[in-house]
């Protein structure tokens, strides 16, 4: 069930015979409602690194549509190659997906006890499993602390330091194992999706990834074209609100030497769109759900 579908697609302001950006495909929910308001000469580009995900049901087979198996932090040159030149607008649905989620073999959920793996692209890079097992201390106790805001993010990793020298950690249930004694005995499974969040962004550089995006959305997009971001969590929501407001990801405005900010957007919603109590009912997805909506000046 595509979160604040309505909302999101509603925000791109969609022209019959445009061209638009999907870089986030996985069921194909935002795709199929973008393709349901374009005309026979309109065009939809989507993107998804994770072949698995990358299924689409109907959205698959439509004529107007480009499924770029790939990953959306090369947007410029996947447009370029497709002949897409400038398009009419881009939306995103950041995080991970239900069917990630509930494939027990891909390791992004604590709920089964199956390989650590969390790759979105499992055609390479590193998985959960060989990072945990390869990381200093220093390095793991960061990455819980940026990705997971664990308070406890030291302890954490010393905690694996010393079940990785008895034995490898090598899946979701040795990981929970490992961590029972820091535990909240009543909010144990809030706590195992900081920590889960945390190594997925990192085995999927998710961060980076995000960044590069927006960079390059900014320059692929046509004046007045627009951008529909839906995010889950604080640190991506901070990354998206930034670039929006000052052009730069880390917050800091860049201004051109005559001290004019050089902001690529102008944010359409001042207030960020939350998901109504009705979706959020209906999808546990929606509930740390966030949409901010952009113009290419």
């Given at each position: 069930?595509?979160?604040?579908?309505?909302?999101?697609?509603?925000?791109?302001?969609?022209?019959?015979?445009?061209t638009y950006v999907d870089v986030t495909f996985g069921?194909?929910?935002?795709?199929?409602?973008?393709?349901?308001?374009?005309?026979?000469?309109?065009?939809?580009?989507?993107?998804?690194?994770?072949?698995?995900v990358a299924q689409g049901g109907d959205a698959v087979g439509d004529k107007r549509l480009t499924l770029v198996k790939g990953d959306f932090r090369f947007l410029r040159s996947y447009l370029r190659y497709h002949s897409a030149g400038e398009v009419d607008g881009i939306l995103g649905d950041l995080g991970?997906?239900?069917?990630?989620?509930?494939?027990?073999?891909?390791?992004?959920?604590?709920?089964?006890?199956?390989?650590?793996?969390?790759?979105?692209?499992?055609?390479?890079?590193?998985?959960?499993?060989?990072?945990l097992n390869a990381r200093s201390v220093q390095e793991l106790s960061r990455i819980f602390a940026d990705y997971g805001e664990l308070s406890n993010a030291a302890k954490v990793a010393k905690l694996i330091e010393a079940a990785r020298q008895k034995s490898r950690i090598a899946t979701t249930g040795a990981l929970v194992e490992a961590l029972r004694p820091v535990l909240p005995p009543f909010d144990e499974h809030k706590y195992l999706a900081k920590l889960f969040q945390a190594l997925r962004i990192e085995v999927n550089r998710e961060m980076q990834a995000l960044a590069q995006m927006l960079e390059q959305a900014a320059k692929a997009l046509k004046a007045g074209g627009r951008l529909s971001i839906i995010t889950y969590h604080s640190l991506e929501d901070r990354m998206v609100k930034n670039y929006i407001r000052c052009g730069s990801v880390s917050g800091e405005a860049e201004r051109d030497v005559f001290g004019k900010l050089s902001a690529p957007f102008e944010a359409v919603n001042r207030k960020v769109i939350l998901p109504e109590e009705a979706e959020i009912r209906q999808n546990t997805r929606a509930r740390s759900a966030k949409l901010r909506i952009a113009q290419k000046i």
């Amino acid at each position: 069930m595509p979160v604040l579908l309505k909302e999101s697609v509603a925000g791109l302001e969609v022209k019959p015979n445009g061209t638009y950006v999907d870089v986030t495909f996985g069921g194909g929910g935002h795709s199929r409602e973008i393709l349901s308001r374009l005309g026979g000469k309109g065009r939809l580009i989507a993107f998804d690194r994770d072949a698995d995900v990358a299924q689409g049901g109907d959205a698959v087979g439509d004529k107007r549509l480009t499924l770029v198996k790939g990953d959306f932090r090369f947007l410029r040159s996947y447009l370029r190659y497709h002949s897409a030149g400038e398009v009419d607008g881009i939306l995103g649905d950041l995080g991970v997906s239900w069917h990630q989620l509930d494939t027990a073999e891909r390791g992004f959920s604590f709920r089964f006890d199956a390989p650590l793996d969390m790759r979105m692209n499992r055609r390479g890079g590193d998985t959960a499993a060989a990072l945990l097992n390869a990381r200093s201390v220093q390095e793991l106790s960061r990455i819980f602390a940026d990705y997971g805001e664990l308070s406890n993010a030291a302890k954490v990793a010393k905690l694996i330091e010393a079940a990785r020298q008895k034995s490898r950690i090598a899946t979701t249930g040795a990981l929970v194992e490992a961590l029972r004694p820091v535990l909240p005995p009543f909010d144990e499974h809030k706590y195992l999706a900081k920590l889960f969040q945390a190594l997925r962004i990192e085995v999927n550089r998710e961060m980076q990834a995000l960044a590069q995006m927006l960079e390059q959305a900014a320059k692929a997009l046509k004046a007045g074209g627009r951008l529909s971001i839906i995010t889950y969590h604080s640190l991506e929501d901070r990354m998206v609100k930034n670039y929006i407001r000052c052009g730069s990801v880390s917050g800091e405005a860049e201004r051109d030497v005559f001290g004019k900010l050089s902001a690529p957007f102008e944010a359409v919603n001042r207030k960020v769109i939350l998901p109504e109590e009705a979706e959020i009912r209906q999808n546990t997805r929606a509930r740390s759900a966030k949409l901010r909506i952009a113009q290419k000046i």
